[in-house]
């Protein structure tokens, strides 16, 4: 059974860090393009990185040199290490594999 779960998120002042991971069962990470999207109140979710089955990596403009997708195949684990966070990346956080299934989200806020 596919499951992902994503953990991670939390308060964090701007400037601040995070990284989110999205832990993986049911299937084999490296075999597969992964993504991260975000949904904040009132908008549409949006897709912010991606990284394929070759390590090939994307992200948003509106994270680009900010926010890094990676992969541990050993674990079975994707990251989204999030560094100088600005009250607009708050936002709940959500894992997906190319299959189309989604984790449940992580709630990321970005605050003073």
């Known amino acids: 059974q596919v499951q992902l779960v994503e953990s991670g998120g939390g308060l964090v002042l701007p400037g601040g860090s995070l990284r989110l991971s999205c832990a993986a069962s049911?299937?084999?990470?490296?075999?597969?393009?992964m993504s991260w999207y975000r949904q904040a109140p009132g908008k549409e979710r949006e897709l912010i990185a991606l990284?394929?089955?070759?390590?090939?990596?994307n992200h948003a403009d509106s994270v680009k040199g900010r926010f890094t997708i990676s992969r541990d195949n050993a674990k079975n684990t994707v990251y989204l290490q999030m560094n100088s966070l600005q009250p607009e990346d708050t936002a709940v956080y959500y894992c997906?594999?190319?299959?189309?299934?989604w984790g449940r989200g992580t709630q990321v806020t970005v605050s003073s």
């Open positions: 990284i394929s089955s070759r390590s090939t990596t």
């Open positions: 049911g299937f084999t990470v490296s075999n597969y393009a």
């Open positions: 997906k594999v190319s299959m189309g299934y």
